[in-house]
């Protein structure tokens, strides 16, 4: 039998066991595995590593069609295989906007033909993300994308109408509206948290209760038509106590945070550089706590990058100029490691789950014939990430497979390294073999 | 001295009080001179870089820059990446190809001059001359001077500062500079137009005009613009006047010898009357006069270090 056979690797955070992987499925686990495998197979010494099932994220721009300069879909997913991830959910706020079933064929064809991860593609909530016109969601659902998250990510669904038909309709294909929290008249012009320190910079204020009303109206109407809704990096203390509260009640929310929200404070700001200017924007060290806290006992759900990818000239300029944003693929599992396994918060299963499974099952992409976020088990697609958690690395922008460059961390040394990426037993990402 | 003005908090006691001495000489060695040119900055460029029109204040560095014999190039870059035209990177690269020594900038928004002196894109000393609704330190140092002219140190006095503080840079420059000069410092406003935090800053703060103004050794008015009601800052030109405005009345509660700045430009019958303008106790007028000197003392300051020109003594 030919295939490969990975050894010693730490399934989930366990003990060392053999993984053998052979036409893109997980064919045998633990003692069996080297004896089946044969003198043909390929074999990867994984001893140290952690094996996590592929890492799946919820929110990721790729910024094609129309904003190739930043991003592409082939550069994109590249950045996602070596950051872990063997799926991605393409935002839809390209351009033009992903809010009909031609564009979200298009990001999805192109997905496939990249090969690095495979791309879920987002569908618009509303015509052209203007929040006037339901997009014609079914189309999307049903086109070969078939699209099950829904989102005007970058802008608010703000009318509360429109808002409560999308999370109805979306109920006829098990579609779920993922809402970017953001109530527009509290936050016209905002720059940063308001706080003590957008009042000393002169930066317009973005309240935490901006995102809290919306989260507070969202999980009601939700629970009112008895549909479920996942709301985008959620970043306040406040906005964690509303879905805590909707979860004791049993309401079906589900909730995202992006691993720049569990690291980084508003106090960056400081120095006006807009490699920190991202909405939500950062918040208070109060707010960090909250969030980390939120994540480990499951109240957050998941992690998404909410990568997004900005030319240099975005970002090289005064504050108020500069585009929001910040990249976040390549970086997350650091982050995650650093923030909440590192602290005793999360162990490697629990990032498994907030990484992989609960992002697959939030996407709908834990079923159908190329699932992601499924137990690392026998019979299984071999969709894998090998980590090695013991070495420490400074990030380096130039080092990054994006295109662009925009990243928070530049300098900072962070915990651990994404050794190799399978998809479905390909290898997408290899520290010593480069990327596929 | 600190390299570059980009916030009055910035500037130490010692800092502070030598910018007020130097201004103090710069004000001795011009005051009623037939020629008011002092050769210390010769051969040196600075230049004024306005992304926003302000003709008062870019005139005002540009006579405290003559004054000194700099060579000033007035730049006003109007439109910035904002409304796409050149990028603020580029025209600090521009400067610097040309060989500025000192920049004197204004800019829409808060942060711009920081962003010009930290990012390693021009060498030059940096002046902010107001940014957005963060600062503008050379304003504090002439209000401080204005008002050191008249009631001697500023150590436990009583300032009363009146209106948009929350878009007021000219406020959160002399919160922080009369805080390093001892002075006690009263913001009032409506809760509105007061920033969130502020209890944070080295100040006290009312919403009360008429309790506040009874101590007082100086008023300052803040400008305010009527369009603030269109975002329900308050809701109408009339009620704040009557509620925040300065006049006859209320400068009637305040100490006989109390003075009155207002950093211009005015909004008569908004938040100050003509005749509380005009009258005795208004330095106003002599704040834009102060304000040359204040100029020329923090150019001298900053360009004349590497300098090995004559000082302002030895000049005349």
């Known amino acids: 039998m030919s295939g490969t056979l990975i050894t010693g690797a730490r399934v989930l955070g366990g003990d060392p066991q053999d993984v ?94 990249a090969g690095h991860a495979d791309v879920r593609p987002v569908g618009a909530v509303t015509i052209g993300l203007k929040g006037e016109r339901l997009a014609e969601l079914g189309a999307m659902a049903e086109s070969a994308a078939g699209v099950r998250v829904f989102s005007d990510d970058g802008v608010c669904v703000h009318d509360a109408m429109l808002m409560r038909r999308a999370l109805e309709y979306v109920k006829a294909f098990d579609g779920v509206i993922a809402q970017h929290a953001q109530e527009p008249r509290l936050t ?103 969030l980390r806290e939120a994540l480990a006992d499951g109240t957050i759900d998941i992690v998404a990058t909410d990568h997004a990818p900005h030319p240099v000239e975005a970002k090289d300029c005064e504050w108020d100029a500069a585009a929001f944003g910040m990249l976040g693929l390549e970086t997350a599992l650091s982050v995650v490691q650093h923030t909440m396994v590192d602290t005793g918060l999360l162990d490697w299963a629990g990032v498994a789950d907030r990484m992989s499974f609960a992002p697959a099952r939030i996407g709908r992409c834990d079923t159908g014939d190329q699932p992601h976020g499924r137990p690392v088990a026998v019979g299984e697609p071999a969709n894998l990430t090998l980590v090695d958690a013991s070495t420490t690395t400074t990030v380096d922008p130039s080092a990054s497979a994006s295109l662009s460059r925009n990243t928070p961390y530049e300098g900072m040394k962070l915990p651990g390294t994404v050794v190799a990426t399978f998809l479905r037993g390909r290898p997408t990402h290899h520290t010593t073999g480069g990327t596929a | 001295m600190i390299r570059h003005l980009l916030s009055a908090g910035d500037l130490s006691l010692d800092d502070a009080t030598l910018v007020l001495d130097t201004a103090d000489e710069m004000a001795r060695l011009t005051e009623g001179r037939a020629v008011k040119k002092l050769p210390t900055l010769r051969g040196r460029t600075v230049v004024n870089l306005f992304f926003e029109d302000s003709t008062r204040t870019r005139t005002s560095f540009e006579l405290a820059a003559k004054r000194l014999s700099a060579d000033v190039v007035n730049f006003s870059a109007k439109g910035s990446s904002l409304s796409k035209g050149e990028s603020l990177k580029d025209t600090a690269l521009t400067l610097e190809a040309m060989g500025a020594d000192g920049v004197v900038v204004r800019h829409s928004a808060s942060g711009a001059p920081y962003r010009l ?134 400068q009637a509660l305040m100490p006989p010898e109390a003075l009155v700045l207002h950093p211009g430009p005015m909004n008569r019958g908004m938040e100050i009357t003509a005749e509380v303008a005009d009258s005795a106790r208004s330095v106003i007028v002599e704040q834009v006069t102060n304000g040359v000197y204040v100029r020329m003392a923090v150019l001298y300051l900053m360009l004349a270090g590497t300098n090995t020109g004559p000082t302002p003594e030895e000049a005349a």
């Open chain 1, 20 to 113: 053998l992987i052979d036409d893109g499925v997980i064919v045998a686990l633990g003692a069996g595995a080297r004896e089946q495998a044969g003198d043909d197979a390929t074999t990867i010494d994984a001893t140290g590593l952690i094996a996590l099932p592929g890492l799946v994220d919820l929110h990721t721009h790729l910024r094609e069609p129309g904003r190739e300069d930043a991003e592409t879909v082939e550069t994109g997913t590249r950045a996602a295989a070596r950051g872990g991830f063997t799926a991605v959910h393409a935002m839809a706020n390209t351009d033009p906007v992903a809010d009909t079933a031609g564009v979200v064929e298009q990001v999805w064809r192109l997905g496939r033909e």
């Open chain 1, 188 to 290: 016209e012009g905002a720059q940063m948290n308001e706080g003590e320190l957008s009042g000393r910079l002169g930066l317009r204020g973005w309240p935490s209760v901006a995102e809290e009303a919306i989260v507070a109206r969202d999980v009601l109407l939700a629970a009112h038509v008895g549909s479920r809704v996942h709301i985008c990096h959620l970043s306040t203390k406040g906005s964690v106590e509303i879905v805590r509260l909707a979860k004791e009640r049993g309401l079906p929310v589900t909730a995202e945070v992006t691993p720049h929200h569990l690291l980084l404070t508003d106090e960056l700001v400081a120095g006006y550089d807009p490699r920190y200017k991202v909405n939500p924007p950062l918040r208070s060290a109060a707010d960090v706590a909250a």
């Open chain 2, 117 to 250: 002196a930290t990012s390693g894109w021009i060498n030059a000393c940096v002046v902010n001359a107001g940014d957005g609704t963060h600062e503008h330190p050379t304003q504090a140092l002439l209000d401080a001077f204005t008002m050191r002219r008249h009631l001697g140190d500023l150590a436990g006095k009583q300032i009363v500062i009146v209106g948009d503080v929350l878009h007021s840079r000219v406020a959160r420059s002399n919160v922080l500079l009369l805080a390093t000069l001892g002075a006690e410092v009263t913001l009032v406003a409506p809760p509105t137009l007061l920033p969130n935090g502020i209890e944070h800053w080295p100040c006290a703060t009312s919403y009360d005009l008429d309790d506040a103004l009874s101590g007082a050794d100086a008023v300052m008015m803040l400008r305010v613009q009527s369009e603030r009601m269109n975002a329900a800052f308050f809701p109408s030109a009339r009620e704040y006047s009557r509620r925040y405005g300065l006049d006859a009345r209320r």
